[in-house]
């Protein structure tokens, strides 16, 4: 069973710094693209950030480039978001997601959408 | 940027009802949309990607059309199960974006 358990959120002040990690189990990370999306309480759905399978291409949003660094270790299946200079507005449940299609089949840094998805970790700036 | 709009924003049909959402983007994106279906307190659920491709396990009542700029989902004969807020997504450039969502109500 592919499964995606995000942990590392919590209450933190602002300017301070978290760090969301993203363990998976269930099929081979290293063929796999990666995302972060954040959902803020009562409000839509924003992505944050993806990482190739190889770390080749990395993308953020506009909201947290420069604040935030995306990161993955293949051989410990695992993906992160580091999170810095953190502000109110980044008060959200942080998923990570898995990209549909592999390396093999989506060709070189293509995306094509989030087909599994973790239950989420709640992040809470406030002082 | 790329700016996906999504409408309606909300919509309340009856069960058995055809309903579509579109969602268009500010520039060109190819097929490479997606549309995700979020219920309260779960995670979102990927429907079609590539614009029209059903998802693994996703009923064959949910469908998908559209390349370029403007796209359709469309549901055919709505199930109570189908309530919530969808939302497309570009995956075409960074960095990606969600549509505002469309809230689904079962009349």
């Known amino acids: 069973e592919v499964q995606l358990v995000e942990s590392g959120g919590g209450l933190v002040q602002p300017g301070r710094s978290l760090r969301l990690s993203c363990a998976v189990s269930g099929f081979t990370f290293g063929d796999y693209g990666m995302h972060w999306v954040r959902q803020a309480p009562g409000k839509g759905l924003e992505w944050v950030s993806t990482?190739?399978?190889?770390?080749?291409?990395?993308g953020y949003a506009d909201s947290v480039q420069g604040r935030f660094t995306i990161s993955r270790d293949n051989v410990k299946n695992s993906l992160y978001l580091q999170m810095d200079s953190l502000r109110a507005e980044d008060t959200a449940l942080y998923y990570c997601?898995?990209?549909?299609?592999?390396?093999?089949?989506?060709?070189?840094?293509?995306?094509?959408?989030?087909?599994?998805w973790g239950q989420g970790t709640t992040v809470t700036v406030s002082s | 940027d790329i700016q996906l709009t999504q409408s309606p924003s909300f919509l309340s049909a009856s069960v058995g009802d055809t309903v579509t959402i579109t969602c268009r983007a500010s520039?060109?994106?190819?097929?490479?949309l997606a549309w995700y279906q979020e219920k309260p307190g779960k995670a979102p659920k990927l429907l079609i990607y590539?614009?029209?491709t059903l998802q693994s396990g996703v009923p064959s009542r949910f469908s998908g059309s559209g390349s370029g700029t403007e796209f359709i989902l469309t549901i055919s004969s709505l199930q109570p199960e189908d309530f919530g807020t969808y939302y497309c997504?570009?995956?075409?450039?960074?960095?990606?974006?969600f549509g505002g969502g469309t809230k689904v109500e079962i009349k």
């Open positions: 997504q570009q995956l075409n450039s960074y960095p990606l974006t």
């Open positions: 520039q060109g994106i190819s097929s490479y």
């Open positions: 990482i190739s399978w190889n770390s080749g291409s990395i």
């Open positions: 997601a898995k990209e549909t299609l592999d390396r093999y089949t989506s060709g070189w840094y293509a995306y094509y959408g989030m087909d599994v």
């Open positions: 590539a614009a029209s």
